[in-house]
């Protein structure tokens, strides 16, 4: 198998250089690739349907005969050519129609039966099927693959490239997974998973073959994860001699909770007891006060004297926290400073000056903490806020300005364990699961849009006294039709500016097309209470703090994940005023309804991750892409099952054979050492 990944696709029948390009667009330039180049999708052609039972709008297999030749000629309207036909089978007809194909009319043959797979749909004339797929039945009852694709390639060459690949398969193909790992865990070899993935007789073999490949991807991330934090071990941390944390409460206005002690004694053990550098994840829900936290942490960091660098994604959340840190620090001498692109460069200048001959004890910044001009005299104990926004190299980046520093990690976005384990492998993980006394209970209502009015004229009361809201609009996709006619954030600002009962009120707007310095005053603004309506998409999910605003009310709100609801609602909630969050939705689905449930019911952050997982997969966690982690061609986070057992499985591993030193491991190791070549984690070389 090996052998396959340096074997270039060219050498496959019928692909030529010019697919060869194409291929390398989807990222597949060897056979290996190509091997692994998994269906997104499959078409089921082996139980073709009556056309008459056959339902209408979505994919469907029929196995029907052309009555007669098909027809060519030319549309009236745009002039394109058109070739048309009846198929029929016992149950009834239907009509293929294709255009501009040249030669489909020599393709299909009257008086012939094919399989036909498509859509169909009604119209006046009758039943009707645009541009089905066809094959002839003694070449194509079983189950297709469809691949992602790109301009100019055809899901058929695909198909057949994948074929004529899986001819070069060797005879006995070395199995990354050992013999006992497969018959513990129940999996099929990698030649059946492999032939299957692409080709399967039925639903069964799909089954396994994709359960195979889930298992060892994730083996293979889970084992590589755990295999960098022991090497990123192996470096001497900086041991502190002292504990300063009682001194630091006494500078608090209130006492820690339970878990924020916690969390700030596995971080003080991390730094004082072991010679490894601490490499931790403080998880807390909004509100938690994690913020806290991570001053407790800095303070015995700089009581040592050490630096501390606390960074965080956006220039207004590093301005907070600037702002709480200097208020808790205020009388302690230590000097905390900010470093955000915003800066004059003058400025800029003397900061850095100041961090390199160890004048700044703690500064708080944006990306500006990355470049390569700001040095520290000593920096010991980096801290990243929302730390999924930052990638791993980021991480590094930051750590590498120190000499072994240790990382603290801040996240509030709550994630079930199972996919913490998976998605920060590399971490200790502590999690603040208590918030302070005293937070007032956020009251969320879920309205259809014909309480709309009445939720204005709410959320316009509140502001005559005094108050700030939020409304919060889904994004728009360019180009997406929208048939419940969704909003921009822009044009829901304008429609507000035009109602007669809005229109004095100061609105604000805020999207992501906006430029930073342009989100920033405005967000400046709401903050100061000069902006009194805040209309915005998610892009104040992050951490925002105006105690002030006690309304948020949600558009469409089912159109978002639970997690990043629990997230917008805890921009509210933060001050002493009664606080509401009003979801609105047209959606009556029963998914729909579940969800909005759940968040009507539910306030604990934790909860609704997991809810969330299971009802929507991992994806609203962090968007698309995982920043930082290793690609993944086939496995996702939804099926907590699979993790459990593949997290089952890297413990044994690691209880056999600690460095993977294992012979019957090697095949697992250069799969590590394949997965996170991408990801510069040269840990892994
Ligand atoms: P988050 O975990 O969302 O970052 P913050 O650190 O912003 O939360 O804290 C939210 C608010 O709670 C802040 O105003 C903070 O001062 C306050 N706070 C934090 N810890 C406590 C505590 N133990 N008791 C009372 N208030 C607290
Ligand atoms: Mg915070």
């Known amino acids: ?104 009319s020599s393709m299909l043959q009257a008086g012939e039966t094919y399989l036909f797979f498509g859509k169909i749909n009604r119209t006046d004339s ?114 502190f001699e002292k504990d300063y944390t009682a001194d630091f409460l006494s500078l608090l206005p209130f006492k820690f909770t339970n878990a924020q002690s916690r969390a700030v004694r596995d971080c003080i053990n991390d730094m004082t007891k072991t010679k490894y550098p601490m490499n931790r994840l403080v998880q807390g829900d909004v509100g938690s006060g994690k913020t806290a936290v991570a001053a407790a942490v800095c303070y015995t960091a700089i009581k040592n004297g050490c630096q501390a660098a606390f960074m965080v994604p956006t220039e207004i959340l590093a301005q907070q926290h600037y702002k709480s840190m200097t208020s808790i620090l205020k009388d302690t001498g230590i000097r905390v400073e900010l470093l955000t692109g915003s800066l004059t460069p003058k400025n800029k200048r003397l900061i850095r000056e100041n961090l390199q001959s160890g004048e700044i004890d703690l500064v708080i910044g944006t990306h500006a903490l990355l470049t390569d001009d700001t040095e520290f005299k000593n920096l010991a104990l980096a801290i990243t806020d929302e730390q999924h926004r930052f990638g791993v190299s980021q991480r590094a980046t930051l750590l590498s ?82 048939p419940e006619g969704l909003l921009s954030a822009e044009e829901y600002a304008q429609q507000l500016m035009m109602n007669e009962d809005m229109r004095d009120i100061p609105i604000g707007i805020l999207h992501g097309k906006m430029k930073p310095a342009d989100k920033e005053a405005v967000m400046t603004d709401f903050k100061n209470g000069d902006i009194k309506l805040l209309v915005s998409t998610t892009v104040i999910e992050v951490g925002v703090d105006v105690p ?13 994940g639970l997690s990043q609801l629990h997230q917008l609602r805890g921009r509210v909630g933060r001050g002493s005023e009664k606080s509401y969050c009003i979801l609105v939705s047209d ?58 057992e593949t997290q089952q499985c890297t413990e044994e591993i690691l209880k056999a054979s600690p460095d993977l030193s294992s012979p019957d491991l090697k095949g697992l190791k250069a799969e590590i050492k394949r997965l996170f070549s991408k990801t510069g984690d040269t840990a892994l070389n």
């Not at 290996?32 to 139980?47: A, C, I, Q, T, V």
């Not at 060519?72 to 149950?91: C, F, H, N, Q, Y």
């Not at 309480?451 to 728009?476: H, M, W």
């Not at 759940?598 to 991992?618: Q, V, Y």
Request: charged fraction near 25%; glycine fraction near 8%.
């Open 401 to 482: 300005k120190g000499n072994h520093p240790h990382l603290l990690v801040m996240s509030a976005t709550p994630i079930p364990r199972t996919l913490a384990l998976i998605i920060y492998g590399d971490l200790d993980i502590s999690v603040i699961d208590e918030l302070p006394p005293g937070r007032q209970k956020i009251d969320t209502l879920v309205i259809d849009s014909k309480k709309r009015t009445r939720a204005l004229s709410f959320i316009r009361k509140n502001i005559d006294e005094g108050r700030q809201c939020y409304i919060v609009c889904p994004l728009v996709e360019e180009g997406e039709n929208s």
């Open 587 to 644: 959606n009556n689905s029963p998914d729909a309804s579940r969800r909005l449930k759940t968040m009507k019911n539910t306030s604990n952050g934790f909860k609704i991750a997991d809810e969330d997982l299971k009802l929507r997969g991992p994806g609203d966690f962090f968007g698309q892409k995982q920043h930082g982690l290793p690609e993944l061609k086939i496995a996702g986070f939804g099926n907590t099952e699979d993790i459990k």
């Open 126 to 239: 009758g039943l009707q099927m645009i541009s089905p797929v066809f094959s002839k039945p003694e070449d194509g009852g079983n189950i297709h693959p469809i691949y992602h694709l790109t301009t100019g390639l055809p899901n058929r060459i695909v198909a057949n490239a994948v074929s004529e690949a899986l001819t070069m398969l060797p005879k006995m193909i070395n199995d990354p997974l050992p013999q006992w790992i497969r018959d513990r865990w129940n999996l099929q070899g990698l030649d059946f998973a492999i032939r299957k993935i692409h080709y399967p007789d039925n639903a069964d073999e799909l089954f396994m073959a994709k359960r195979r490949l889930v298992f060892e991807e994730l083996l293979v991330l889970n084992l590589g994860l755990r295999y960098l934090k022991s090497s990123s071990r192996a470096e001497n941390g900086i041991v």
């Open 548 to 560: 002030n605003a006690n309304i948020i009310m949600i558009e469409n709100a089912d159109r978002f």
């Open 1 to 104: 198998m090996p052998g396959l990944f340096f074997k270039s696709i060219e050498e496959l029948k019928g692909i030529g250089k010019k697919r060869v390009e194409q291929f390398r667009r989807l990222g597949v330039n060897s056979v290996g690739d190509l091997l692994m180049y998994y269906p997104r999708d499959y078409e089921d052609w082996s139980d073709p349907i009556p056309i008459a039972e056959a339902p209408l709008d979505e994919n469907v297999c029929i196995k029907a005969t052309l009555r007669t030749p098909m027809r060519v000629g030319m549309t009236s309207k745009r002039g394109m050519l058109i070739s048309k036909a009846s198929v029929e089978d016992e149950s009834g007809w239907v009509k293929i129609i294709y255009f501009n194909n040249k030669y489909i």
